[in-house]
């Protein structure tokens, strides 16, 4: 059975880093490496929106509002993606979740809060 488990949100001041990961289980490597997995997120003001994706070939896109700030990664060994969040500011508080696309199956994680107080 596929799990996608979200881990590494918290409390940081505004400027600070958090990085996320996203653990998989139940995933062979092909099924790992020619998925697309993305992370969103969602908060009281706004409903879900993308963030940022890493498809088959580590094809990277990012939202504007995160580009440069943001990095996404994945380690296929550890079936394991990753985000990590720099200078971040209180308009990302958010509960972030991890997605993994393959084919015609689609798999979420529970989420993991990231706030930033203002």
């Known amino acids: 059975q596929v799990r996608l488990v979200e881990s590494g949100g918290g409390l940081v001041e505004t400027g600070g880093s958090l990085k996320l990961s996203c653990k998989t289980t139940?995933?062979?490597?092909?099924?790992?490496?020619?998925?697309?997995m993305t992370w969103y997120r969602r908060s009281p003001e706004k409903e879900r929106e993308f963030v940022a994706s890493i498809g088959s070939g580590s094809v990277r896109k990012y939202a504007d509002s995160v580009k440069d700030r943001f990095t996404i990664s994945r380690d296929n060994v550890k079936r394991t993606m990753y985000l990590q969040m720099n200078s971040l500011e209180p308009e990302y508080t958010a509960v972030y979740y991890c997605n993994l696309d393959y084919y015609q199956h689609s798999y979420w994680g529970q989420g993991t809060q990231v706030t930033v107080p203002s």
């Open positions: 139940g995933v062979i490597l092909s099924m790992f490496t020619g998925s697309t």
